[in-house]
């Protein structure tokens, strides 16, 4: 069984920045394609960003290109995603998962960029 647990978010500043953290427990992370979601209020979840297994590509929407960076770690189990240059458009609640959509949801976590 794979879980998901989410860390690292919070009330932060336009402009400022955060590193939000998914530990990942079972036996296959380093198999897994993971992705980062965000849910705002009123909208669907949707993919933020992604990384293969061993790191060595990667995709980000539009919306946070050249501000947001995943990235993880194999030996811990935990995929990071780097945020800079926040604006309020990124308040969301924060999630992680394999893109495949075979496994459940974590708690995700909450970020919110305001002054």
């Known amino acids: 069984q794979v879980e998901f647990v989410e860390s690292g978010g919070g009330p932060v500043q336009p402009g400022g920045s955060l590193r939000l953290s998914c530990a990942v427990s079972?036996?296959?992370?380093?198999?897994?394609?993971m992705g980062w979601y965000r849910q705002a209020p009123g909208k669907e979840r949707a993919l933020v960003a992604r990384?293969?297994?061993?790191?060595?590509?990667?995709y980000y929407a539009d919306s946070v290109k050249g501000r947001f960076a995943i990235s993880r770690d194999n030996v811990k189990n935990t995929v990071y995603l780097q945020m800079n240059n926040m604006k309020p458009e990124d308040t969301a609640v924060y999630y992680c998962?394999?893109?495949?959509?075979?496994?459940?949801w974590g708690q995700g976590t909450q970020v919110t960029v305001s002054s």
């Open positions: 990384i293969s297994p061993w790191g060595r590509s990667s």
């Open positions: 079972g036996s296959v992370f380093s198999a897994l394609i």
């Open positions: 998962n394999e893109i495949s959509g075979t496994y459940s």
